[in-house]
C-alpha cells in the first residue's frame, strides 16, 4: 500500500493540510458560537448524562461510562450550562476530521485526505450531532483513531500503533459497545488482505487487544456487580419489541442512512459497494469497505427484524466517508464534492437559525408545527415545578418517568431540593431507579410531579395526599405538555409500585 503524498511537493502538502486545519477549525468555532446562542434545552437523555457526571462511576445502567466522564471534564473547564454540557461534541468532531485526513493521506493521498476531512466536517449529520452530547460522538472519534492505527499497523507501523491501537478500542468500548463492530473490521480485511492476515500473527495487534480488555475490565466489574444492567438494557433496547420480519422498518432504516451519511455519501457508497468485484475498486477501496460493511449488514438486518436506531451504523461513517472522498477525487467528480458541501452547509446554516429561534419557531403548515417540540420544554418544566416547591415548601420533589426526573435533576440543580424518581418496576427499570429511588425516609413535604392525575394510587404511601393542579410547560408557540403536581406528606414504611394513571 503506497501513498501518494511522497511524491507531492512537502510544501504543497503543507498548505493544503494547512488550509483543511483552518476550514475545520472555523466551522468548529461557529459551532461553538452557536451553542452560546442555542435556545435548546437540554434533551432528557442529555440531562441524564450531565446527572451521571456527577456520580463518577465505571458504568450507567444504559451505557459505558466514558461520556459521563467528558461532561465531567467540561463542567470542570466551563459550568454546567447547556454550551458547556455540548462543547465537547463539536470539538470531538474536529478531532475525528482530523484523524480522517491522516486515513486518507495514509490509504490514498493528500487530495483525497483533504476532501475527506471536508466532507466529513461539512456533512449535515456532524452538523446536526455537533449540537448535542451523546455517546456517537465519543464513539467516532475513537473509532476513527483505531482505524488510524490499524492501518499504520499494516504499513508496518511500530509498537507505539500497537499501543494507540489499544487505547482507542478500549476507550471506544467505554464511549458505546459498538466499537466492538470494529473486531469485525479486523476480521474481514485479514479474509480479503494478505498483509492483514499476517498482522493477526503479530504480537502488536495482541498487545493492542490486551490493552483494550484491561481498559474494558472495570466496566465489566461493575456491570457484574450490578447484575449486569447495561448489556440486558442494550439486549432489551434491541429486542424489547420482540422479533418480527418487517421489510417496511428495514427499509425505512436504509432511507435514513442517507441522512446519516449525507445524500451523495450513501448513493456512492452503494454504487461502489455493488461493483466491489470490478478492478477498480483496489486494495485500499475494499479494506475501507471492510470497516463499513459489517456494521452496516448487522444493524440493517436488524432493523428487519426488530427496532434500529438510524445513527446504530455510524460507526460505518468513518471509512465509508473516507472511501468516497477517494472515489470521488479519483473520478475528478467535482460538481458531486460541491453539491455534498452544499446541502452540508445548508443543514448548519438552517440549524444555526433553528437552534438560536427554537422557542418560537413554528411552521403553519406542518403536521405538528413546533419543529422543536420534542427537545424543549424541560427548563419550562424546572422552572415551573420549581415555583410550585418554593410555594409549598417542598424538601423533595418526585419524578415518575425517567424524562422528568432526569430534567428535574438538570434543571433543579441549584435549588438545594433532592430529586428522586419513583419506582417504576421491582427491577430497576433506568438508571434513577438504582441511585435516586424513592423510598420512605425522603424529607417531606414530598412534590410528586406525573403524567397522570389520580390521587388514589398515591394514598396507600402517604396519609396526606394533596392535588396542587397541574403544571404547564411550555414547548413551541403552539404547544405545551402538562403535569399533576401533588403535595405529599406521612410516608408509609415502605414506598412501592403505583397503579396505573
Not at 449535515?124 to 499497523?153: E, H, M, N, Q
Not at 472511501?323 to 460538481?335: C, E, M, P, S
Request: with cysteine; net charge positive.
Amino acid at each position: 500500500m503506497t501513498s501518494l503524498t511522497d511524491a507531492a511537493p512537502r510544501s504543497l502538502v503543507d498548505r493544503r493540510f494547512a488550509v483543511c486545519l483552518l476550514i475545520l477549525v472555523a466551522v468548529t468555532v461557529v459551532r461553538l458560537i452557536g451553542l452560546a446562542y442555542s435556545n435548546v434545552d437540554l434533551f432528557f437523555d442529555e440531562s441524564q448524562y450531565w446527572a451521571w457526571s456527577r456520580e463518577l462511576a465505571f458504568g450507567y445502567f444504559s451505557k459505558p461510562p466514558l461520556l459521563a466522564w467528558v461532561i465531567a471534564g467540561a463542567e470542570a473547564v466551563c459550568g454546567s450550562g447547556e454550551a458547556c454540557i455540548r462543547a465537547p461534541a463539536p470539538i470531538l468532531y474536529l478531532g475525528t476530521c482530523l484523524v480522517s485526513y491522516a486515513i486518507a493521506r495514509t490509504m490514498y493521498d493528500e487530495t483525497t485526505a483533504f476532501w475527506a476531512a471536508i466532507l466529513l466536517g461539512l456533512s449535515g449529520s456532524v452538523a446536526f450531532s455537533s449540537r448535542i452530547i451523546s455517546t456517537d460522538v465519543p464513539l467516532l472519534f475513537f473509532w476513527a483513531v483505531a482505524l488510524l492505527s490499524y492501518v499504520k499497523l499494516l504499513q508496518g507501523g511500530d509498537w507505539r500503533w500497537g499501543l494507540l491501537l489499544g487505547v482507542s478500542f478500549g476507550l471506544g468500548m467505554l464511549a458505546k459497545y459498538a466499537m466492538i463492530y470494529f473486531v469485525l473490521g479486523v476480521i474481514g480485511a485479514a479474509l480479503i488482505d494478505r498483509d492483514a492476515r499476517a498482522l493477526l500473527r503479530s504480537p502488536l495487534l495482541w498487545l493492542a487487544a490486551a490493552i483494550g480488555v484491561a481498559f474494558i475490565l472495570p466496566n465489566v466489574i461493575w456491570n457484574a456487580q450490578n447484575g449486569f444492567v447495561t448489556l440486558t438494557h442494550t439486549g432489551h433496547n434491541i429486542g424489547g419489541g420482540g422479533v418480527r420480519f418487517n421489510p417496511l422498518l428495514g427499509l425505512e432504516f436504509l432511507a435514513s442512512q442517507f441522512a446519516v451519511f449525507g445524500p451523495v455519501t450513501f448513493a456512492v457508497f452503494l454504487i461502489v459497494l455493488v461493483r466491489m468485484a470490478k478492478p477498480e475498486v483496489g486494495r485500499a477501496d475494499r479494506l475501507m469497505l471492510c470497516f463499513a460493511i459489517p456494521t452496516l449488514v448487522l444493524v440493517t438486518a436488524t432493523a428487519f427484524v426488530t427496532r434500529a436506531n438510524a445513527n446504530w451504523a455510524a460507526p460505518a461513517f468513518i471509512s465509508a466517508n473516507v472511501l468516497v472522498a477517494a472515489v470521488l477525487v479519483r473520478h475528478a467528480a467535482w460538481r458531486w464534492i460541491a453539491l455534498s458541501i452544499v446541502i452540508g452547509i445548508i443543514a448548519q446554516v438552517a440549524l444555526l437559525a433553528g437552534d438560536a429561534n427554537a422557542r418560537r419557531l413554528s411552521v403553519s403548515w406542518l403536521a405538528k408545527p413546533d419543529v422543536y417540540a420534542r427537545t424543549m420544554g424541560w427548563r419550562s418544566l424546572g422552572e415551573e415545578v420549581g415555583k410550585v416547591a418554593h410555594q409549598t415548601g417542598a424538601r423533595t420533589i418526585v419524578g415518575e418517568q425517567r424524562d422528568t426526573v432526569a430534567s428535574l435533576i438538570y434543571y433543579q440543580r441549584d435549588s438545594g431540593r433532592t430529586v428522586l424518581s419513583w419506582p417504576s418496576s421491582t427491577i430497576p427499570n433506568h438508571h434513577f431507579d438504582l441511585t435516586r429511588r424513592m423510598t420512605g425516609t425522603a424529607p417531606e413535604p414530598v412534590l410528586f410531579v406525573s403524567y397522570g392525575g389520580t390521587t388514589e394510587r398515591l394514598a396507600r404511601y402517604y396519609r396526606n395526599v394533596e392535588p396542587l393542579g397541574q403544571v404547564v410547560a411550555r414547548v413551541g408557540p403552539t404547544t405545551s405538555r402538562s403535569y399533576f403536581v401533588f403535595k405529599l406528606s406521612g410516608a408509609a414504611s415502605e414506598i412501592g409500585l403505583l397503579s396505573g394513571c
